[in-house]
């Protein structure tokens, strides 16, 4: 049994930050691992996704320059560092995971977590 379990969101104001963290627990950390986001009434978008030995990673455009994902294996756990956040970030995010690189068709990827919201006000 796969279970990844987020933490670390959050209520910031424009322009703040926030870590989300996914701690995987139930098989070897060995996947690629990533994030994806779904704001109410959207689809579920892909955010950026990590291969498993960290040296390599991809973003969406929109978090580019932004946004920063890394990964602990001694740990278990990914870490998304959110900075400079706009409204329009505001969404429900989901930690993922899969044998291949992750997106943009979240449809096709085995594993996810329960979501953790991040709201971001004006």
């Known amino acids: 049994q796969v279970q990844l379990v987020e933490s670390g969101g959050g209520l910031v104001q424009a322009g703040g930050s926030l870590r989300l963290s996914c701690t995987v627990a139930g098989r070897t950390f060995s996947w690629y691992m990533g994030w994806f986001r779904q704001a109410p009434g959207k689809e579920r978008e892909f955010v950026a996704t990590?291969?498993?030995?960290?040296?390599?990673?991809n973003y969406a455009d929109f978090v580019k320059g932004r946004f920063t994902l890394s990964r602990d294996n001694t740990k278990n756990t990914m870490y998304l560092q959110m900075n400079s956040l706009k409204p329009e970030d505001t969404a429900v995010y989901y930690c993922?995971?899969?044998?291949?690189?992750?997106?943009?068709?979240?449809?096709?990827?085995?594993?996810w977590g329960q979501g953790t919201q991040v709201t971001v006000s004006s």
């Open positions: 990590i291969s498993w030995s960290g040296g390599s990673a």
């Open positions: 993922a995971s899969g044998p291949s690189s992750l997106g943009p068709d979240f449809r096709i990827i085995p594993y």
